[in-house]
């Protein structure tokens, strides 16, 4: 074959080829443009939908009768009250782990986060899915020191053995028979009521530089999560 032809060959496939690539990025910044000029509201009109299934309503009114002097938290994102370093990229942990959110958080009334709650059906037991979700999760919060139990919605326990379960054994000490004194005395005290005391960090150094405290609702806009792709099924 005579070498103009094979240049002709080599030029033609060279233009195909850009020709092809062309069209493929056009054909995404179409789709792209196509995607943004859709109103929010009208591509997803919104709807109010119940936050807890009836099991979960079940086990909530189960936690709440076992443990009045704690707060109860429901369908809470593990990025709310797991703190990580900024080391590695923080989008990349939010999409592989931090907008996984578990059923209810256990709370004293500082809200510091004591125990996890999940509510597993009798099918998701079963599921592959459900079981690497669980690990996933537990492997977290195992690492932050927070205690998961997992309760099956068909055998979901009393109030009785909730709190046996949720709460650690307390230790007997020499200051566990000290009355404990309230921030505040005085008009003071008896204007702002005894339960107000419940939310107070009294037993903490204010000075302290290490003290973790909830990030504000509006801290994950600050960093660009990409969009994360569909897997197909």
Known sequence: MNSWLIALLVVL??????????????????VAV???RI????????????????????????????LPEYMILAQVP?????SVPKRNSYSDWLRRLGYQSVDFVVCDMTSQVIAV???????????????????RIGRSLKAAEI??????????????AAREAVLPRP????????????PLSGPASMALGKANDLFVDTDIDASRDDLIEAPPSTWFDEFDSGPTPLQKR
């Open 34 to 36: 196509a995607e943004d």
């Open 39 to 66: 109103d929010t509201l009208i591509g997803w009109p919104p709807q109010a939908t119940r936050v807890m299934t009836t099991p979960e309503r079940i086990a909530f009114g189960t936690l709440v009768r076992a």
């Open 78 to 82: 593990l990025s709310r009250f797991l």
């Open 147 to 160: 205690p998961m139990h997992v309760w099956t919605e068909n055998v979901l326990p009393s109030a009785d």
């Open 171 to 182: 230790t007997a000490t020499a200051t566990d028979a000290a009355p404990v004194q309230s």
């Open 13 to 30: 496939a060279a233009g195909v080829l850009w020709w092809w690539l062309r069209r493929r990025e056009s054909g995404g910044v179409r």
């Open 117 to 135: 709650i999940e509510i597993q059906s009798a099918d998701n037991r079963n599921s592959d899915r459900a079981r690497k979700r669980l690990s």
